[in-house]
Nanobody, 120 residues
């Protein structure tokens, strides 16, 4: 059983910072691409940032220069450092990962989400 657990969300004022973590646990053989998505009320879930197993990174235009994604392969953990937060960053943030439990093809997993609220 593989699980993704996010932490680090909360309430912060505009201009502030938060650091999200996503820890993968279970029978993990390897993890391919990991990513952060977010979903604001009555909006679709959108990609925020993504990092591959070899460290290639992709950001949504709206967060470039403010957010930094990273991962610790040894700990099966991914991070999202969010600086200069804006009210429009308010959303539930979800962790996503392609995880192999053997040499076979990876499966896609989602975390339960963590709320980030930015007050103006």
């Amino acid at each position: 059983q593989v699980r993704l657990v996010e932490s680090g969300g909360g309430l912060v004022q505009a201009g502030g910072s938060l650091r999200l973590s996503c820890a993968a646990s279970g029978s993990i053989f390897s993890i391919d691409t990991m990513g952060w998505y977010r979903q604001a009320p009555e909006k679709e879930r959108d990609l925020v940032a993504q990092i591959t197993a070899v460290g290639s990174i992709n950001y949504a235009d709206s967060v470039k220069g403010r957010f930094t994604i990273s991962r610790d392969t040894a700990k099966n953990t991914m991070y999202l450092q969010m600086n200069n937060l804006k009210p429009e960053d308010t959303a539930v943030y979800y962790c996503n990962a392609d995880i192999r439990t053997s040499w076979r093809l990876p499966k896609n997993y989602w975390g339960q989400g963590t709320q980030v609220t930015v007050s103006s």
